[in-house]
């Protein structure tokens, strides 16, 4: 047999090159890669233009990364990517909250607020009272847990990608449940918004006729000693890219009724309980 690589050895020939002492895992990563990789493009037969095309747009799909801006986990978001190595990774029992995709616009270190306290800073938006149980699978309360929240404002736009215009930690905060194991505290009814779509991302969405928007979320980060966290949203139900989330981020156990109420200033309420799993 040769072993010079022709259309129909090809994968076999990249494959048989590694090394014996290559890493077991990495050997299995770098064999199905090569082999997918390579089933992909008998399957398209690019021509010569399309793969450089294509070597393009990964170029300036790396060019356009910076400290403030990740196009290639972008990428892996909007083709779906994100989303399934995270349905991988987070396998959980029926009835626990599910996972979804962290994004990009989490920040460490936001301040612990007292229960009840408002997170919105900037006061613009329509108030919303958030309120829930973190519970154990079989329905007990968790005390102790920590409910780190993220949200954007009333325009969209998260408070690090506006320095200037909204106050530090601006519809964020961190709660911690007491031995009842619940929470409540007000935000605003967030508003959907696009993902970044001025790079290579956006110019391969608007290519295949997809649009960039996530349905209107809030994000949550929620564990406590002993349980496995989870990194989720609450979405909210009726939006009109409910079903067509940019990254894919929605499950039905998300989607949120976020009910109108007259409370003084507070125009809506969103109920949801997170269901930890034991880690
Ligand atoms: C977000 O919801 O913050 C987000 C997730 C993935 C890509 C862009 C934004
Ligand atoms: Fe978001």
């Not at 199905?32 to 747009?57: C, M, N, Q, R, Y």
């Not at 989330?245 to 997170?274: H, M, N, R, T, Y």
Request: aromatic share 10%; charged share 25%.
């Amino acid at each position: 047999m040769t072993h010079y690589l022709n259309e129909h050895n090809s994968a076999e020939t990249v494959n048989s090159r590694m090394g014996e002492n290559t890493h077991p895992r990495l050997r299995q990563i770098m064999q199905s890669l090569v082999t997918h990789l390579h089933a992909f493009i008998k399957d398209v037969e690019p021509t010569e233009e399309e793969w450089g095309v294509a070597i393009d747009f990964l170029t300036r799909t790396g060019q356009i990364c910076s400290d403030a801006r990740q196009e290639f986990i972008l990428l892996s978001d909007a083709l779906g990517v994100s989303m399934l190595v995270d349905a991988i990774n987070h396998r959980r029992p029926d009835g626990a909250t599910e996972n979804t995709v962290f994004g990009p616009f989490h920040v460490d270190g936001a301040p612990e607020r007292k229960m009840g306290d408002s997170i919105n800073l900037d006061g613009r938006g329509e108030l919303c009272r958030y309120e829930g149980r973190v519970l154990d699978l079989q329905g007990n309360p968790i005390p102790n847990a920590y409910i780190d929240v993220w949200s954007d404002n009333d325009e969209g736009f998260y408070d690090v990608q506006q320095p200037d215009i909204q106050p530090p930690f601006n519809n964020r905060g961190i709660f911690r449940t007491g031995a009842d194991g619940c929470y409540f505290f007000l935000g605003i009814k967030p508003v959907s918004y696009p993902i970044p779509n001025d790079g290579p991302v956006g110019q391969m969405l608007e290519k295949v006729e997809r649009h960039p928007f996530r349905p209107a979320h809030v994000h949550f980060l929620c564990g406590a000693e002993g349980y496995d966290r989870v990194c989720t949203h609450i979405f909210v139900a009726g939006d009109p890219y409910i079903e067509s989330d940019a990254v894919f981020g929605v499950k039905d156990s998300l989607i949120v009724d976020f009910e109108p109420v007259v409370e003084g200033d507070i125009k809506w309420k969103a109920a949801f309980d997170f269901v930890l799993k034991p880690d």
